[in-house]
């Protein structure tokens, strides 16, 4: 699959660390046959990827539509149409489909996220879909509170 991770609180801390075991996780998928892109509300974010030295795990690197997901996506000019993103924000993990995940701010906290990233995507992969609640189809319409 075409696996989309957020930057800021999905793989990068407030205190700019990469979240733990993201870069076996990242290897573990590509190990798998699926292909990694990172993509921010922020524009490109090519500083994260030298300066955490990941540009070898991954096949692209996008600015991500914050709102008004099919227009903007369209406007960005994104190459490449996921099939599962990796988001603290929810709107975008139900428009395009994949898992929510709690933001990750500071190295100190203990957080073993990146574990259930790769066992969902996993799932997903194998079976079309995921028991794990915070997985969203591609398309879901979300309560609005
Ligand atoms: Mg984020």
């Given amino acids: 699959m075409k696996v989309f991770f957020d930057v800021d609180y999905t793989i990068l801390g407030l205190d700019n660390s990469l979240r733990p075991g993201t870069k076996e996780t990242f290897q573990k998928l590509l190990n798998d046959?699926?292909?990694?892109?990172i993509w921010s509300g922020m524009?490109?974010?090519w500083e994260v990827i030298e300066e955490h030295d990941l540009k070898k795990y991954i096949s692209?690197?996008?600015?991500?539509?914050?709102?008004?997901?099919?227009?903007?996506?369209?406007?960005?000019?994104v190459?490449?149409?996921?099939?599962f993103v990796i988001?603290?924000?929810?709107?975008?993990?139900?428009h395009f489909g994949g898992l929510w995940v709690q933001p990750f701010f500071?190295?100190?906290?203990?957080?073993?996220?990146?574990?259930?990233?790769?066992?969902?995507?996993?799932?997903?992969?194998?079976?079309?879909t995921s028991s794990n609640k915070h997985y969203k189809p591609k398309g879901t319409i979300l309560p609005l509170f």
Avoid: C, W
């Fill in 60 to 77: 692209g690197v996008y600015e991500k539509p914050k709102d008004n997901f099919d227009k903007k996506f369209k406007e960005l000019k």
């Fill in 106 to 128: 500071f190295q100190r906290n203990k957080d073993d996220a990146m574990a259930t990233i790769y066992e969902v995507i996993t799932e997903v992969a194998a079976t079309k």
């Fill in 87 to 94: 988001d603290d924000y929810p709107e975008v993990v139900a």
């Fill in 33 to 37: 046959g699926h292909s990694i892109y």
């Fill in 43 to 45: 524009g490109e974010r």
């Fill in 79 to 83: 190459p490449e149409v996921p099939d």
